[in-house]
């Protein structure tokens, strides 16, 4: 899948870019989000579940920070993440993001709903990282494969979210048809979070 991200990536023209700060914040923001995305298959590659489970949060936080930036955000809200004084926390941010004419209610926060919780224990040495690490033999690694899909299929969305995302900035609309058509494999994602919030009009 980020084979097919950075293909598509790579090349891309925003002409926005140069001069616009809402859109360079925006684009820099989902370009963590597609290395964190790419750091979660690496870390998975080399075994190292914890890292990789903890990464999940600051994938989803890079990718919503972007939206709200670019579609939320007051001019003075730009200004101040400029200087790195972001006033909003992240609840805010999808509030503001799900206000009427922007994205649906509960696209994203129904998603923070559901994972925020662990998401926080793994990425703050919560339980859900020290529980799997206390074993019958002693300290180890006892992570659930169902654990470890979970991060890989979150890998997956939020990266073709941010491709979807460049390709609104580039106005790129014919590669937004198959960020949605692998958005809706089952291989790629669960179709409860197959939603691209990315393509929404705000």
Not at 36 to 42: F, L, M, N, P, T
Not at 102 to 115: A, D, I, Y
Not at 130 to 153: F, H, K, M, V
């Amino acid at each position: 899948m980020l084979l097919w991200v950075h293909a598509n990536l790579d090349g891309l023209k925003i002409s926005k870019l140069p001069d616009d700060k809402r859109t360079q914040l925006a684009s820099a923001c989902w370009h963590v989000a597609v290395e964190h995305a790419q750091a979660i298959v690496v870390l998975v590659h080399e075994r190292l579940y914890g890292s990789a489970l903890t990464m999940i949060r600051p994938l989803f936080e890079a990718f919503v920070r972007g939206l709200w930036l670019l579609h939320a955000a007051s001019d003075d809200e730009v200004d101040r993440a400029g200087r790195d004084q972001f006033q909003r926390d992240f609840g805010k941010m999808i509030a503001e993001l799900e206000k009427p004419g922007r994205l649906p209610v509960g696209m994203l926060s129904g998603l923070k709903g559901r994972t925020w919780s662990r998401l926080c224990s793994f990425t703050h040495t919560g339980y859900q990282q020290i529980g799997a690490r206390l074993t019958t033999e002693g300290l180890g690694y006892d992570y659930q494969d169902s654990e470890i899909l979970e991060a890989l299929r979150w890998a997956d969305m939020i990266a073709l979210w941010s491709v979807a995302a460049f390709a609104n900035l580039a106005d790129n609309q014919p590669l937004v048809r198959p960020v949605l058509e692998r958005l809706r494999s089952p291989a790629s994602v669960d179709e409860a979070d197959s939603a691209d919030p990315s393509t929404q009009k705000p």
